[in-house]
């Protein structure tokens, strides 16, 4: 599949192991020191680029969390990609697979399933990609038998970061957890860029 070098520039920024060390140094009181994870699956999903997300509180390394699947598309505009979240049905099957990637090898479509509402559309300005929810998409998921909202948002440049995203209350609207006085802000540590199926 022939896929835009803008494209796999994104793919490329994303791809790495991030920490926000600094600013939870800097606030502690307001940021948790995070490690998150954007590991490449070895094979694509229906054609798409796609990576393992997974984080951890810095203390607890071993006890990752929000596992997801982010997919890279290519739209019909220019220099324009939708990013699309998809759930793993087991996420303890491949808790840690972030950091092991070999784990990745046995993941496939079976393991997942759409999270709809769950899709951000990716811009390109002065170096750096923005990706924002549509007007009016809510995300909505399932964690611990009840139904969570958050609203996603992120941007990345070369060697850094920054994530919007936002748990907050799906009947009020209230910020829980999160971004909530701006975002996590994250540089790159370890790149796996060189892990992505471009062949």
């Given amino acids: ?63 990752t969390y929000r596992q997801r699947i982010i997919l890279l598309k290519e739209t019909q505009h220019s220099h ?8 793993l049905k087991q996420p303890r099957q491949f808790r840690g697979a972030a950091a092991n990637g070999s784990k990745l090898s046995e993941l496939s479509l079976t393991d997942l399933e759409l999270l709809p509402g769950c899709t951000l559309m990716v ?14 998409a809510k995300c909505y998921f399932q964690y611990e038998g009840k139904t969570r909202q958050v609203i996603l948002g992120f941007e990345v440049g070369a060697g850094r970061f920054l994530s919007y995203d936002r748990g ?23 790149d796996f860029a060189a892990e992505l199926p471009l062949d």
């Avoid at 490329?12 to 600013?23: I, K």
């Fill in 1 to 63: 599949m022939t896929r835009s070098q803008t494209l796999i520039t994104l793919a490329q920024w994303l791809a790495g192991e991030f920490e926000n060390r600094s600013q939870a140094l800097d606030q502690p009181a307001w940021f948790v020191h995070l490690r998150l994870w954007h590991r490449p699956l070895p094979h694509t999903i229906q054609g798409n680029l796609a990576l393992f997300a997974e984080q951890a509180n810095a203390l607890y390394l071993e006890q």
């Fill in 80 to 87: 324009s990609f939708q990013i699309q979240y998809l759930a």
């Fill in 123 to 136: 811009t390109q300005q002065d170096g750096t990609f923005t990706a924002q929810p549509e007007p009016e």
């Fill in 168 to 190: 907050v209350d799906p009947e009020t609207g209230q910020s829980l957890w999160g971004a909530v006085l701006g975002p996590y802000q994250f540089n790159k540590c370890q």
